[in-house]
C-alpha cells in the first residue's frame, strides 16, 4: 500500500505561484510513475502532469510552460511547481501513483486532494 498526503495548496491571486508536494509512504516510489489531477467544480478530473519512473514528463499544452512536475525519489516526495496561475487553474489538486510507466485515471493509489483557489 501506499499512502499519498497532498500539501502546498492555498489562496494565491492570478498571476502568482504556488508549489504543491505529495509525499508519500508505505513503499518506495520509485517505481511508481506519478500524476497530478485536478477537479475543478462542476467538472470531470482532468490530466496536469505526470512524471514517470523514467524520469519523463508530460503536460496537457494548456499547462505547458506553467506547470512543472518533479520528484525526489530520496524525499519520496513529488512536487508540482505552478507558475502564472489563472482563475480557471482553481480545483482541487490530486496526487496519483501508477505502478510502471504512465498515469492515469485508473491510478492505484491516490492522495486526499488539496484545494488551490485562484483569485481575479
Known amino acids: 500500500q501506499v499512502q499519498l498526503v497532498e500539501s502546498g495548496g492555498g489562496l494565491v491571486q492570478a498571476g502568482g505561484s504556488l508549489r504543491l508536494s505529495c509525499a508519500a509512504s508505505?513503499?518506495?516510489?520509485?517505481?511508481?510513475?506519478m500524476g497530478w489531477f485536478r477537479r475543478a467544480p462542476g467538472k470531470e478530473r482532468e490530466f496536469v502532469a505526470s512524471?514517470?519512473?523514467?524520469?519523463?514528463?508530460y503536460y496537457p499544452d494548456s499547462m505547458k510552460g506553467r506547470f512543472t512536475i518533479s520528484r525526489d525519489n530520496a524525499k519520496n516526495t513529488v512536487y508540482l511547481q505552478m507558475n502564472n496561475l489563472k482563475p480557471e487553474d482553481t480545483a482541487v489538486y490530486y496526487c496519483?501513483?501508477?505502478?510502471?510507466?504512465?498515469?492515469?485515471?485508473?491510478?492505484?493509489?491516490w492522495g486526499q486532494g488539496t484545494q488551490v483557489t485562484v483569485s481575479s
Open positions: 496519483a501513483a501508477q505502478r510502471g510507466l504512465g498515469v492515469t485515471l485508473g491510478a492505484d493509489y
Open positions: 508505505g513503499r518506495a516510489l520509485s517505481s511508481y510513475s
Open positions: 512524471i514517470w519512473t523514467t524520469g519523463t514528463t
